[in-house]
């Protein structure tokens, strides 16, 4: 009923820049938090950064300065911009929102994720 989907994941240089989006679709009559999560591999998921409605954001200490998040309430889409990108960033980024379906009860979803990749 209700759909999150990520895209503009890839391979990048150490230093360079990815900007991911994550739409969501479906039965939706409001969206309210909206987080990026990532997971390396063998290592536990680490809440990445996160936008409240109010635009209200919040990030981890790692990627601080580097990463910014967005949201397009019309376009029921979250916007992660990625800069000076490292290899430590290198991870599936998945993309969670908590939303109030039409006629479906206030819940979490998440996305399927998207591979980013920083190497030379």
């Known amino acids: 009923q209700v759909q999150l989907v990520e895209s503009g994941g890839g391979l990048v240089q150490p230093g360079g820049s990815l900007r991911l989006s994550c739409v969501a679709s479906?039965?939706?009559?409001?969206?309210?938090?909206m987080d990026w999560y990532r997971q390396a591999p063998g290592k536990q998921r680490e809440l990445v950064a996160h936008?409240?409605?109010?635009?209200?954001?919040k990030y981890a200490d790692s990627v601080k300065g580097r990463f910014t998040i967005s949201r397009d309430n019309a376009k029921n889409t979250v916007y992660l911009q990625m800069s000076s990108l490292k290899p430590e960033d290198t991870a599936v980024y998945h993309c969670?929102?908590?939303?109030w379906g039409l006629g479906i009860p206030r819940d979490i979803y998440w996305g399927q994720g998207t591979q980013v990749t920083v190497s030379s």
């Open positions: 936008i409240r409605t109010d635009n209200i954001t």
């Open positions: 479906g039965r939706i009559f409001s969206i309210y938090g």
């Open positions: 969670n929102a908590d939303i």
